[in-house]
Nanobody, 115 residues
Framework: QVQLVESGGGSVQPGGSLRLSCAASGSITKISLMRWYRQVPGKQRDSVAG???????FYADSVKGRFTISRDNAKNTVFLQMNSLKPEDTAIYYC?????????WGKGTLVTVSS
């Protein structure tokens, strides 16, 4: 079983920055893919960014140039650096991990961007 612990959410003014972290622990042999999703209540959960074990990354068009995903393979941790935040970035952010062929989700961390 794999546990995911997210941290770093909070409230920030437009133009501000936040850094999310997600640490995976448990019986893990290989983490293939780590991703961040976000969801506004009442709407679908959307992909924000992802990073493969080798380091290749992909982003949603809405966050390109503002968000940066990275990972520490030694610590089974993924990060999401969010800069130039906008009110429309307000959502619950979820960590997603593909480990040993299974998918795991974090419980989510709330990001609020408001003046």
């Amino acid at each position: 079983q794999v546990q995911l612990v997210e941290s770093g959410g909070g409230s920030v003014q437009p133009g501000g920055s936040l850094r999310l972290s997600c640490a995976a622990s448990g019986s893990i042999t290989k983490i293939s893919l780590m991703r961040w999703y976000r969801q506004v209540p009442g709407k679908q959960r959307d992909s924000v960014a992802g990073i493969a074990k080798a380091g290749s990354t992909f982003y949603a068009d809405s966050v390109k140039g503002r968000f940066t995903i990275s990972r520490d393979n030694a610590k089974n941790t993924v990060f999401l650096q969010m800069n130039s935040l906008k009110p429309e970035d307000t959502a619950i952010y979820y960590c997603y991990v593909l480990a040993d062929g299974d998918i795991y989700w974090g419980k989510g961390t709330l990001v609020t961007v408001s003046s």
